[in-house]
């Protein structure tokens, strides 16, 4: 992870870099990687929701944090604004809301301007802009926020020729020009995400909003070259191995049936732990540096794999032992695109998938 950030914030300096790190740090746990991302140099943090924001200040990290997902009505913003979260403003709703909660605290609260520049999911429409920029100046001069700039996500940035990605930044743009030209400071504005950041110069502005990235993905449809290494392997033991006799049939429904004698082995993950049903048969694990295929359905809490004919005495899979490791992406084993190909999906789901009191996370010190 550090390794990434520091490779990252190199490449789009002079820029500042957001970490992004909702979602629990992509599953790879918020807190510990809030603060490898600030000590490899990244200049704020980014989360979804006040609850995540609010507990990186419970664990002592004091980087700036914007949180964007919350409640115009009905959540109680207190806690955030006294921990000096910035809110991320997507509405005039939500403008006015924090303009109220800053008036309670009696404190000016920071506000970053979130335009919808052809998402169209989030951030304040075309319709509500000027009314949203006429009180957002208002609440300026009374001292009620502190506006430190202007963001918005892009649609199509893992593809190069996307012509949405040309148009996201010149709506962009322009909303800076405008802000600017009445006065309206906005010091640090950001619209690149992990692959806008490694292939768009132009997309920069003062800081870039790097995600996946950050845990060593290449999400560009035609490969950066940029060195992102790999954060996270999900592994799980080798339980049992056995002997299938030929034309007897593997797991759920029989959809696999051994062609010969074969040796197979049960590994202890399933899809109550994370690993989709979808990928039945059409992935595999590495055990002891050998790539094995997955049979049969993926069950609630194992998986069996074909460890090869029962004749071969001396091959790799003759060798598989109840407690070895079988790697299913991640150091020494295959990446997970390959994973995420395979069950016709992105690289972020399949990260996020792995879950459960089962699944026991370790966050390892690497020595560089």
Known sequence: MAHNVRTLAAHVAPAGLMAVVKADGYNHGMVDIARTAVDAGASALGVATLGEAVALRDAGVTAPVTAWIWLAEGEDLGDAVARDITFGIPSVA?????????????????????VDTGLSRS???????????????????????????????????????SPVTDLQERRFSARIEECRARGLDVPVNHIANTPAALSRVDLRHEMVRPGVGMYGVDPCAIPSGVDLRPAMTLRARVVTTR?????????????????????TAVVA??????????????????????????????CMDQIVIDLGPAADTDGPGSRVRPGDWAVIFGEGGRPVREIADAADTIDYEILTMPRGPRVARRTVPVQE
Do not use: C
């Open 269 to 298: 993950l399933g899809y109550a732990d994370g690993l989709p049903r979808a990928l039945s048969g059409k992935f595999g694990v590495t055990v002891n540096g050998t790539w094995f295929p997955q049979i049969g359905r993926v």
């Open 94 to 114: 939500h403008l006015d809301s924090v303009v109220a909660a800053a008036t309670a605290a009696g404190r000016t609260v920071k506000v970053g301007l979130m």
């Open 123 to 161: 951030g304040i429409s075309p319709a509500e802009w000027p009314t949203a920029l006429d009180r957002a100046d208002a609440a300026v001069d009374s001292g009620k926020i502190e506006v430190t700039g202007l963001f918005s996500h892009l649609a199509s940035a893992d593809d190069p020729i």
């Open 243 to 263: 002997l299938v006799a030929a034309g007897e049939g593997v797991s759920y429904g029989h959809h696999w049936t051994a062609p010969v004698d074969t040796r």
